[in-house]
């Protein structure tokens, strides 16, 4: 709920209080889980990546897949969760810096994991001769991130576009931003 109330006011104007009105209970019923409007976005952003890393997991434990394939994997997952999640994305990548230094650092050391993740697969096929080895690996990176990211701030689910079929336009448009030719 607070993801809700966060996304709709922005998180610097939400209020506890607004997330109370939302649930319909008194606010002094959420302090009693919290201690601060800042506990309620730390919370929804670690829960955003303990499912993001669940999905991580599952790609990375997947057999018979070369590195490319691994990345189209990846991707479908990744965009996968992000279009079901919408509103918990917009508040992740609209909200993070309004963290504190600590609780931001915590967030960003669990992202860059998923970074660290695609620019080995990265790396691997370059050496295999099945991704661009003439680009930078980190850079082929960032492009990835930015296909399976960026989806949230134009899709509807209610439009015309299916979900299905923007995962995969993401997973074909990155595979053949990364193949090597």
Same mark, same amino acid.
């Given at each position: 709920?607070?993801? *809700? +109330?966060f996304?709709r ?5 939400a209020?506890?209080q607004?997330v109370?009105?939302?649930?319909g $209970?008194?606010?002094?019923s $959420?302090?009693?889980y919290?201690?601060?409007?800042e506990?309620?976005l730390?919370?929804?952003? /670690?829960? +955003?990546h303990d499912? +993001?890393?669940q999905?991580?997991?599952e790609?990375?434990a997947a057999?018979?897949? #070369?590195?490319?394939?691994r990345?189209a994997e990846?991707v479908?997952t *990744? ?6 999640n919408?509103v918990?994305?917009s508040v992740y990548?609209n909200?993070v #810096? *309004?963290l /504190? ?11 860059k994991? =998923?970074?660290?993740f695609?620019?080995?697969l990265v790396?691997?096929?370059q050496? *295999?001769g099945l $991704?661009?080895?003439t680009r930078?690996a980190r850079?082929?990176?960032?492009s +990835? %991130?930015a296909?399976i $990211?960026?989806?949230?701030?134009? %899709?509807?689910p209610? /439009?015309?576009?299916k979900l299905e079929?923007?995962v995969?336009?993401?997973v ?5 931003g990364?193949?090597? =030719?």
């Open positions: 709920m607070a993801a *809700q +109330v996304a006011r922005g998180y610097a104007a209020t506890v607004d109370a009105d939302d649930l $209970i008194l606010k002094g $959420i302090y009693y919290i201690k601060t409007k506990d309620l730390f919370r929804l952003l /670690s829960a +955003v499912d +993001v890393d999905l991580l997991e790609v990375a057999d018979g897949l #070369d590195p490319l394939e990345l990846y479908r *990744q965009t996968t969760y992000n279009l079901r919408l918990r994305i990548y909200d #810096d *309004q /504190s230094d600590e609780r931001r650092k915590q967030i960003l050391k669990r992202r994991v =998923h970074e660290d695609v620019t080995g790396l691997e096929g050496r *295999q $991704i661009d080895d930078d850079l082929l990176t960032y +990835v %991130f296909t $990211i960026w989806p949230y701030r134009w %899709f509807r209610r /439009s015309r576009m079929d923007v995969d336009g993401c074909r448009f990155a595979m053949g990364l193949a090597a =030719h």
